[in-house]
């Protein structure tokens, strides 16, 4: 079984890229989409994460990351969606821009690591982006089911554990006609897997996520990502936001 990859865009977050790309580029002004991963194929309707529930749209945000930014059911509608046509919902994580539409999707199983559901009701205090009241509706509803390792979802989708970012961080392995595709479980851009020269001669295969629980985990559990799959899509990679489907 084999799916296209849709990426859409429904945030972004304006910050330091040292936010993103550890010991490296502080002080550099940086612009990330945040997506809404469509999977489209099979007899489920799949998603990975949900995005922002008001992202800011403005044409300075979207010139800086190349691609148009989505309300949740404007970007659904894109492929005749609508939120309660949701069957499937895969977490990378659980901090508040990848989780705030779940509640919209009320047919949806929404699958996370038992380490997400945990942390977000008793967030370390370092970790503000954990926020209880988008997770609370659809755990009460019985929506959730927590995971405990790699899982195989569907025929072609399997999630993978990659505690890079958060404990309980699932990348998600996708067969495509182009090859296995690993959504990371981890906020990154290309340049954390794929690092400059300046850095490579560091003798650094990687650069860390700048926001993670452990700074060597991290880079070892990055550097294993790079080994899961025939492609690799970082999280908040601007490069996607201009795409239909990705990898290219």
Same mark, same amino acid.
């Given at each position: 079984?084999?799916?296209? /990859?849709?990426?859409?865009?429904? $945030?972004?977050?304006?910050?330091?890229?040292?936010?993103?790309?550890?010991?490296?580029?502080?002080?550099? @002004?940086?612009?990330?989409?945040?997506?809404?991963?469509?999977?489209?194929?099979?007899?489920?309707?799949? !998603?990975?994460?949900? $995005?922002?529930?008001? #992202?800011?749209?403005?044409?300075?945000?979207?010139?800086? /990351? $190349?691609?148009? &930014?989505?309300?949740?059911?404007?970007?659904?509608?894109?492929?005749?969606?609508?939120?309660?046509?949701?069957?499937? &919902?895969?977490?990378?994580?659980?901090?508040?821009?990848?989780?705030?539409?779940?509640?919209?999707?009320?047919?949806?199983?929404?699958?996370?690591?038992?380490?997400?559901?945990?942390?977000?009701?008793? #967030?370390? @205090?370092?970790?503000?982006?954990?926020?209880?009241?988008?997770?609370?509706?659809?755990?009460?509803?019985?929506? =959730?089911?927590? !995971?405990? $390792?790699?899982?195989? &979802?569907? @025929?072609?989708?399997?999630?993978?554990?990659?505690?890079?970012?958060?404990?309980?961080?699932?990348? =998600?392995? =996708?067969?495509?006609?182009?090859?296995?595709?690993?959504?990371?479980?981890?906020?990154?851009?290309?340049?954390?897997?794929?690092?400059?020269?300046?850095?490579?001669?560091?003798?650094?295969?990687? &650069?860390?996520?700048?926001?993670?629980?452990?700074?060597?985990?991290?880079?070892?559990?990055?550097?294993?990502?790079?080994?899961?799959?025939?492609?690799?899509?970082? !999280?908040?990679? #601007?490069?996607?936001?201009?795409?239909?489907? =990705? #990898?290219?």
């Amino acid at each position: 079984m084999t799916y296209i /990859i849709h990426p859409i865009v429904m $945030g972004t977050k304006v910050f330091d890229k040292g936010m993103m790309t550890y010991q490296h580029d502080y002080g550099t @002004p940086y612009t990330i989409p945040i997506y809404c991963w469509y999977l489209e194929g099979g007899d489920k309707k799949i !998603l990975v994460d949900t $995005g922002e529930m008001r #992202p800011v749209v403005s044409e300075e945000r979207e010139k800086a /990351i $190349g691609g148009k &930014i989505y309300s949740f059911e404007e970007g659904l509608a894109k492929y005749g969606l609508a939120p309660e046509d949701i069957d499937i &919902i895969l977490h990378t994580h659980l901090h508040n821009d990848h989780c705030e539409n779940d509640a919209k999707c009320v047919n949806a199983k929404i699958y996370a690591h038992e380490k997400e559901l945990s942390r977000i009701h008793d #967030p370390h @205090p370092l970790d503000f982006r954990y926020l209880e009241d988008y997770i609370e509706e659809v755990e009460e509803n019985g929506q =959730v089911v927590a !995971l405990t $390792g790699d899982t195989e &979802i569907a @025929p072609g989708i399997t999630m993978i554990h990659t505690p890079a970012h958060t404990e309980g961080g699932m990348s =998600v392995r =996708v067969e495509t006609d182009k090859g296995s595709v690993l959504i990371c479980g981890f906020c990154t851009i290309l340049e954390n897997l794929y690092p400059p020269k300046a850095v490579t001669a560091m003798e650094m295969e990687v &650069i860390p996520p700048g926001t993670h629980v452990n700074a060597y985990e991290a880079y070892e559990t990055l550097v294993r990502a790079k080994t899961l799959a025939d492609h690799i899509l970082p !999280l908040h990679e #601007p490069k996607w936001a201009g795409m239909e489907s =990705v #990898p290219e």
